[in-house]
């Protein structure tokens, strides 16, 4: 099984509103990422977590914060966002040296009006 | 730092045809190459991967050939079909990286029936 699974798949907000992204992976990886993907473009790292703890913050606004309440579970918590943080929202898992191979999930839509 | 380039930015070609999607990267300690499809509205999905102590992967349609002298690496998907038409996204990583992948920019292919 190499599922990573993201919920919701869509979410539209307002710029003053608080939700949650969730993700979660039962392959026993011990390194779990956000991703931010705008449209024909790459995947952008945001944080990855190692054995629970976060690891790489790549200098992500504190609007969004993450959450890793246990080595399956994998949170992104969204306050006072943007209308330019429409993107979408990917989850990814791996073992947690460098260089493996990187599962992601299926995202996340976000719309923030 | 490691910058990975792609070409082409798009590709079309007949059903049944090859494609051949190439990618340089200039950190000569990058050691792990792997290659994702994306489809729309999906995550991207792994496909193929090489490690640096290797020169050719092969997975049924699908092979990844690396030319570490050079420092560059192409996909090559024989027989095409239409469920091939997506984004496919090369990427680098390595000891110098830690958990961070640096992908290329994208490929959309498209497969014409």
């Known amino acids: 099984d190499t599922e990573v699974t993201q919920t919701p798949k869509h979410l539209v907000m307002g710029m003053t509103n608080k939700k949650s992204l969730k993700c979660e992976q039962h392959?026993?990886?011990?390194?779990m990422y956000w991703y931010k993907q705008k449209a024909k473009k790459p995947p952008e790292l945001m944080f990855v977590?190692?054995?629970?703890?976060?690891?790489i913050n790549e200098s992500v606004p504190s609007r969004f914060s993450p959450e890793c309440p246990n080595s399956s579970l994998l949170n992104l918590h969204l306050h006072a966002l943007q209308p330019e943080d429409s993107a979408l929202y990917l989850c990814?898992?791996?073992?947690?040296?460098?260089?493996?191979?990187?599962?992601f999930g299926s995202g996340t839509q976000l719309s923030v009006l | 730092g490691e910058n990975v380039e792609q070409h082409p930015s798009t590709l079309s070609v007949q059903e049944g045809d090859s494609a051949v999607i190439k990618c340089t990267y200039s950190?000569?300690?990058?050691?792990?190459f792997p290659w994702y499809k994306q489809e729309l509205g999906k995550g991207p999905q792994l496909i193929i991967d090489?490690?640096?102590?290797?020169g050719e992967k092969k997975d049924q349609r699908i092979a990844v050939t690396l030319n570490k002298t050079a420092k560059h690496f192409s996909l090559h998907i024989t027989e095409t079909q239409p469920e091939d038409s997506a984004v496919y996204f090369c990427?680098?990583?390595?000891?110098?990286?830690?958990?961070?992948?640096?992908f290329g920019p994208g490929t959309r292919l498209s497969v014409l029936p």
């Open positions: 990814a898992s791996s073992q947690p040296q460098a260089a493996r191979k990187l599962f």
């Open positions: 392959m026993g990886h011990r390194a």
């Open positions: 977590y190692s054995y629970e703890k976060l690891s």
């Open positions: 950190d000569s300690a990058s050691n792990y």
């Open positions: 090489i490690r640096s102590n290797v």
């Open positions: 990427a680098a990583a390595g000891l110098n990286y830690g958990q961070n992948f640096v």
